[in-house]
């Protein structure tokens, strides 16, 4: 049975390991050594390989997982993924904001109900505002969305909490400025966060371990960072460093 509540009472509850390689007896392996370390595993095209079954493989061994589907479809559509992955016994789904208020509201519907049917919680559902890949630059002359990428965070993430959703996945960087205007309980799932001084890889708004705390995220994810490291344990009990002082 799943949780409807990202927990942040431990270092461990507010880690997410982005589980980015095709390889499934590395991720089983990753589990097994950093599950003692990791709140959540997030799976991505992993799953479009392996699917339901590593999910399953996944959960035998009592780790949590972060299904990071980004879903965003039709209205009926969603509703039926809202009962799939209630079914999976996932923790954690992405779906983009961006696909409207009546999508949201079928998803959390859908879920809800099955979970009501089937005595289990429902999975958080975690809105995506913007990528952490998206400057400035691109918001305004590639996606021309105009006004400053902080604006455009907002006024997803208010759609995703009159939605219905648990939180939303932004960067750092706009959490001073949407916090104040969103749910006391309201969880922020933020990537694109690393040790000061490492590579920022393909995101555009990248922040350090301790920035993040500070701003006030609740779950933080690390991917390459950790899984590239000589000694993968090491890099993230530095982390539970970081977030034991916090």
């Given amino acids: 049975m799943n949780e409807t509540v990202v927990s942040t009472t431990s270092p461990k509850d507010r880690i997410c390991l982005a589980m980015d390689i095709h390889d499934e007896e590395a991720i089983l392996r990753a589990v097994d050594n950093l599950g003692d370390l990791v709140g959540y595993f997030k799976l991505n095209s992993a799953f479009t390989l392996y699917g339901p079954e590593l999910v399953k493989k996944i959960l035998d061994k009592g780790a949590k997982i972060f299904l990071d589907l980004k879903l965003h479809d039709i209205p009926n559509t969603l509703a039926g993924y809202g009962d799939a992955v209630t079914r999976l016994g996932v923790h954690v789904v992405t779906v983009h904001v961006s696909g409207g208020s009546e999508m949201l509201r079928e998803l959390v519907k859908s879920a809800e109900r099955t979970a009501a049917q089937l005595g289990m919680a429902r999975p958080q559902f975690i809105g995506i505002t913007l990528m952490t890949s998206i400057s400035q630059d691109i918001l305004n002359n590639e996606i021309n969305v105009q ?20 939180g939303i996945v932004c960067s750092v960087g706009e959490l001073d400025h949407v916090r104040q205007y969103l749910p006391q309980d309201f969880v922020y799932v933020t990537p694109g966060v690393r040790p000061a001084g490492a590579s920022h890889h393909d995101h555009q708004r990248v922040y350090t371990y301790s920035e993040a705390i500070k701003a006030g995220s609740s779950l933080l994810v690390v991917g390459r960072t950790v899984l590239t490291a000589k000694d993968p344990r090491t890099a993230l009990l530095d982390l539970h460093k970081v977030l034991g002082a916090a």
């Fill in 147 to 166: 006004g400053s990428i902080e604006d455009e965070v907002l006024r997803k993430a208010r759609m995703a909490a009159e939605a219905g959703l648990n």
